[in-house]
């Protein structure tokens, strides 16, 4: 028999049994549709590790992560090169999680993986919006052609949810009709005010750790300057403590563009932010 000692592959304070769990953390290795940079594939594994470097307690939210009572299901497994069979196994996985009366955390992959998570969502919820944090619009009709795609993600969502039922935070690059589709439906905000009128919904929270600014991330898909500090993304997730949120993931990261693996440690902690206020 092995001895070890073994170094676990679960997050860092999960509880051990999935009955007992009122959240579930769900790694998705998918970039089947990534447009520029690929590599968000590799992402779950790797923040599942670097969580080990986090502490249990966060200061900033006064709770251990103990107190949240989540479960690390650990990752799906994805047929290469079929995205929609990948999209389905998302949804349909996701929907047992509902089905059980947990709350879901996603930990992708790119950004397509929120749609199905979204769809299943919406089978359970009602009176839902979308709280988006990204530098992009994600707004597109379809990109080359595909409709599923990292790039239209928001556009699918909306399509499901009303558009304006989405507010998007540290949106700084898209196309001109996705800012004039913003415009019509007055989705985007840079105050936290702009979220009031969404407060009694269930909120489905989608971070795409490109919102951070690459001096920060760097080990993303799609970098764009501008972004937001780790603190200023923190303070909006404080405001977002305040109300019902049923669902959440959180995207894009490319671990192996930065070498230095900084960018891996900042979206594992955005993670424990997040799981601080689910």
């Known amino acids: 028999m092995l001895k070890g000692p073994f170094l676990s592959k679960d997050w860092m304070g999960a509880v051990s049994d999935y009955d007992s769990a009122k959240v579930v953390v769900l790694g998705l290795p998918f970039d089947g549709t990534c447009s520029y940079r690929p590599g968000s594939r590799f992402a779950p594994e790797r923040i599942r ?21 989540f479960y690390d299901a650990g990752e799906l497994e994805f047929p290469i090169g079929n995205t929609q069979k990948s999209l389905d196994l998302i949804e349909e996985n996701v929907y047992q999680i509902y089905k059980d009366k947990k709350k879901y955390l996603g930990i992708g992959g790119e950004h397509l993986v929120t749609l199905p998570a979204f769809r299943a969502c919406s ?62 439906y007055s989705t985007y905000t840079d105050d936290y005010s702009g979220l009031e009128p969404i407060k009694e919904k269930n909120i489905f929270l989608t971070i795409d750790i490109d919102v951070l600014d690459p001096s920060i991330v760097s080990g993303t898909g799609t970098p764009e300057a501008g972004g937001l500090s780790y603190k200023e993304l923190q303070n909006w997730l404080k405001v977002l403590s305040g109300f019902n949120i049923v669902g959440a993931d959180v995207v894009e990261l490319a671990p192996d563009y930065d070498k230095s693996e900084v960018s891996t440690a900042v979206a594992t902690k955005v993670i424990r932010d997040v799981l601080m206020i689910i």
């Open 49 to 69: 590790l670097a969580s080990w470097g986090l502490e249990e307690y966060s200061p900033d939210f006064n709770k251990e992560l103990s107190d949240v009572l």
């Open 123 to 184: 089978k359970i919820y009602s009176n839902l919006a979308v709280v988006h944090f990204d530098a992009h619009t994600d707004l597109r009709e379809d990109y080359l052609g595909q409709k599923n795609s990292h790039a239209s993600v928001m556009r699918r969502i909306g399509e499901i949810v009303g558009f304006e039922n989405i507010k998007q935070i540290g949106i700084r690059s898209g196309l001109k009709e996705e800012f004039e589709l913003m415009n019509k």
